[in-house]
């Protein structure tokens, strides 16, 4: 069964007296299926937070549909089965973490032994047994993000909603958080996570989904969307003198360097069927190098492909 599925959604936001109109979201659809790790990648103001509130049933679509374990967007017996991470995580904050889990916990029904223990696991788990007791107030911007998390576990979820879980922690929190997300999944918890780190995507996700601009460029598994994608493949070779002249009417962009004569070919079938040829005539190759898409230059290049107006006036 689907856990998240969103169709056709769109969000229009007007502001001000000139009804200034933003389209945070232009008609976006997928689905995340129970157990999966789903990340939603895209640049600052893509419409993450948007979509994210959208599910939880804070914000109205403009249209489009949104369901959260089978039920529509907001609804109250699904949200008790969802943890979620607010972006700005706002808490009461004169409460330790440990009043704040007692107090989500008791909103969830629990009782008070069950809350005890799992507040103390959590608190744990999060590492912030050393400030259990302290008010919210005195916490440091990352302390307050594994507080965020701690409550969002708090109701034993079955679909956890992260809003850029990493934000704010050091190189050891954001370890911890990859390994806390593992553990829920091995648990069969549903983790749907927004995020512009691309390596914190890479690192967690099944499947992730590029939003640009509130558009989803693409969907699809690690391999098939970070692998990196093979641009070109140059390389660098030699040959006896009498061959030169015919291995350099091969199609490619030749050119000649201090290593010796180089091509670019734009796929490995060619850079194949050139070495062969390159081998039958008694030359060499000196060296092999393909050229990668990374994951950053895909975003990159998703992110400025079809610049559009942001905003347009009513
Ligand atoms: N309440 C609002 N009123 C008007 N415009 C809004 C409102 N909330 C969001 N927007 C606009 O919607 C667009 C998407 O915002 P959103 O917060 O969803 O982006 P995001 O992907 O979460 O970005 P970030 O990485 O910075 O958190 C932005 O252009 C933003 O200015
Ligand atoms: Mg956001």
């Known amino acids: 069964m689907a856990v998240l599925h969103v169709s056709e959604l769109r969000k229009t936001f007007t502001r001000g007296f000139l009804r200034r109109r933003t389209e945070a979201l232009r008609g976006i659809g997928f689905t995340v299926e129970r157990g999966e790790i789903f990340g939603f990648l895209g640049p600052n103001g893509a419409g993450k937070t948007t979509t994210i509130k959208i599910l939880m049933g804070l914000l109205f679509p403009s249209s489009g549909t949104a369901q959260v374990l089978g039920a529509?967007?907001?609804?109250?017996?699904?949200?008790?089965?969802?943890?979620?991470?607010?972006?700005?995580?706002?808490?009461?904050?004169?409460?330790?973490?440990?009043?704040?889990?007692?107090?989500?916990?008791?909103?969830?029904?629990?009782?008070?032994?069950?809350?005890?223990?799992?507040?103390?696991?959590?608190?744990?788990?999060?590492?912030?047994?050393?400030?259990?007791?302290?008010?919210?107030?005195?916490?440091?911007?990352?302390?307050?993000?594994?507080?965020?998390?701690?409550?969002?576990?708090?109701?034993?979820?079955?679909?956890?909603?992260?809003?850029?879980?990493?934000?704010?922690?050091?190189p050891v929190g954001r370890?911890?958080?990859?390994?806390?997300?593992?553990?829920?999944?091995?648990?069969?918890?549903?983790?749907?996570?927004?995020?512009?780190?691309?390596?914190?995507?890479?690192?967690?996700?099944?499947?992730?989904?590029?939003?640009?601009?509130?558009?989803?460029?693409?969907?699809?598994?690690l391999g098939e969307l970070l692998e990196p994608r093979l641009q070109a493949v140059d390389i660098v070779w030699q040959a006896p003198d009498e061959a030169v002249e015919g291995l350099r009417r091969f199609a490619g962009q030749h050119r000649d360097a201090a290593q010796g004569h180089v091509l670019q070919l734009p796929d490995q079938e060619q850079a194949d069927r050139f070495v062969r040829a390159l081998l039958d005539a008694g030359g060499q190759v000196l060296q092999l190098q393909p050229h990668r898409q990374s994951l950053e230059e895909l975003f990159v290049s998703e992110a400025q492909r079809e610049p559009e107006a942001e905003e347009a006036s009513a």
């Open 175 to 221: 370890k911890e958080v990859r390994d806390l997300v593992f553990e829920l999944r091995d648990q069969g918890t549903t983790v749907f996570f927004c995020t512009h780190i691309l390596a914190d995507a890479a690192a967690l996700c099944d499947r992730v989904g590029i939003l640009v601009r509130g558009r989803l460029r693409d969907v699809g598994s």
């Open 72 to 170: 529509p967007a907001g609804d109250r017996a699904a949200k008790a089965r969802v943890g979620y991470l607010p972006e700005n995580p706002y808490f009461y904050d004169y409460l330790s973490v440990r009043e704040l889990l007692d107090m989500v916990g008791r909103l969830h029904g629990l009782p008070r032994r069950v809350r005890h223990e799992r507040a103390e696991r959590l608190i744990e788990r999060v590492g912030l047994r050393h400030a259990a007791g302290r008010a919210l107030r005195s916490y440091s911007k990352g302390m307050l993000q594994r507080a965020g998390l701690a409550q969002a576990l708090m109701g034993d979820p079955e679909l956890v909603v992260l809003d850029e879980p990493m934000s704010g922690l050091d």
